[in-house]
Antibody
């Protein structure tokens, strides 16, 4: 059974770069898409972006200028970097596996999620 | 930021049926399939329904979904205390080079 685990610093200073890693266990990172989401305290979910095992990425336009997602298939890990963070980036960050395809319309859903990691932006 | 609109809250007594709506547009729900996620208090979201009405293994058949035009809905029949959670709809949006969008979320309370 595939499991995902987020890791990284819980505190980041304003204007610095937030860096998180998601480790995939119990299955291969290959042949799937992998995504990052976040949830500010008391608020809803926001999709940050995704990466295919080949390295192809897709980002939320609202974050595109500050985000990069990379993948290391040899380590079964993928990572998130968010530059120039502010207090508005304080959130629980989740990684997830994505199932995509097309039948009648495009389908895209996250079937396995990590437990999430809290990141606070503060000096 | 949320593109899909849900009622902020819904409630019912044990055994009742509760329905949650999700309103979108032609670029998301109108074109692509809808998924629903359940987030129990203090935990990560989990996939509840995918492709409008399909249940992953382990999800009780008390949960059902439907889609019509640019709207979708989630129904919980035979409401149970363990169903008290936040529920989010989601769909792929074809605008702005493509992105996944979530609903505003609905808090379900079991009275």
């Amino acid at each position: 059974q595939v499991q995902l685990q987020e890791s990284g610093p819980g505190l980041v200073k304003p204007s610095e770069t937030l860096s998180l890693t998601c480790t995939v266990s119990g299955g291969s990172i290959s042949t799937y898409y992998w995504s990052w989401m976040r949830q500010p305290p008391g608020k809803g979910l926001e999709w940050i972006g995704d990466i295919y095992y080949s390295g192809t990425t897709n980002y939320n336009p609202s974050l595109k200028s500050r985000v990069s997602i990379s993948i290391d298939t040899s380590r079964n890990q993928f990572s998130l970097k968010l530059r120039s963070v502010t207090a508005a980036d304080t959130a629980v960050y989740y990684c997830a596996r994505v199932i995509v395809g097309a039948t009648v319309g495009y389908y895209y859903y996250m079937d396995v999620w990590g437990k999430g990691t809290t990141v606070t932006v503060s000096s | 930021q949320s593109v899909l609109t849900q009622p902020p809250s819904a409630s019912g007594t044990p055994g009742q049926r509760v329905t949650i709506s999700c309103s979108g547009s032609s670029s998301n729900i109108g074109s692509n399939t809808v998924n629903w996620y359940q987030q129990l208090p203090g935990t990560a979201p989990t996939l509840l329904l995918f492709n409008n009405n399909q249940r992953p293994s382990g999800v009780p058949d008390r949960f059902s979904g439907s889609k019509s035009g640019t709207s979708a809905s989630l129904a919980i029949s035979g409401l149970q205390s363990e169903d008290e959670a936040d529920y989010y709809c989601a769909a792929w949006d074809d605008s702005l080079s493509g992105r996944e969008v979530f609903g505003t979320g609905t808090k379900v309370t079991v009275l």
